[in-house]
């Protein structure tokens, strides 16, 4: 955040985690509401750009991705006002503080934009189950909760992505296009 008068400013509340944990807990909550913005509207860029055979099944699938996000984000900003922080949840404000790369503008393939929205799902998977971790430290199990809830849904979505393009990976690996072959699991992980 850009500001650091705001971003570390809290109004009045009768919540009773301490201001000094607050501060963190919203910064972290902005930092995601940040992500959660982008990865929404970079979602709807798929959406609305996807070409291909499997376009109807796709531009499904992106949407209701983005819906999804959408929830998300207004359960991260409501926690931030919750904590007594200021919500910055400008498509500006968005922009500058994502921790996602910026998203191709110029694909129109199915298989590219699954690769593309599957990258950036990884990345915010990471952010959230990491934000899991620091909130559950700094005492706030409640924030910790909703990053968990988050973080389910996120992985599922993650796995709906990646299960377009793990054939063909899969057939890649094994310079084979005619079989796959899955991965053994060495007996102790089992």
């Known amino acids: 955040m850009s500001d650091n008068s705001i971003t570390s400013r809290l109004y009045p509340t ?3 985690i301490p201001a000094k944990a607050r501060v963190q807990i919203v910064v972290l909550l902005n930092q995601t509401l940040a992500a959660t913005l982008d990865l929404k509207t970079q979602t709807k860029q798929a959406h609305w750009n996807v070409k291909g055979t499997d376009f109807y099944q796709l531009h499904e699938l992106f949407d209701e991705l983005a819906g999804e996000l959408e929830e998300y984000v207004d359960m991260v900003a409501e926690r931030v006002t919750a904590l007594g922080g200021y919500a910055f949840g400008t498509a ?3 922009a500058s503080n994502s921790i996602l790369p910026e998203y191709p503008l110029d694909i129109l393939d199915g298989k590219d934009h699954v690769t593309a929205l ?3 799902f990884a990345l915010y ?7 899991i971790a620091k909130t559950d430290e700094l005492g706030d199990a409640d924030t910790a909760d909703l ?6 849904t996120i992985d599922k979505r993650l796995w709906f992505l990646e299960a377009h393009l793990q054939i063909a990976e899969i057939k890649e690996e094994n310079g084979n296009a005619g079989t796959t072959k ?3 699991i060495p007996a102790a992980v089992k």
């Open 14 to 16: 009768r919540i009773d």
């Open 92 to 94: 500006r404000a968005a």
């Open 118 to 120: 599957a990258d950036r």
């Open 125 to 131: 998977a990471k952010h959230i189950r990491e934000a």
């Open 147 to 152: 990053y968990t809830e988050i973080s389910r």
């Open 182 to 184: 899955t991965q053994k």
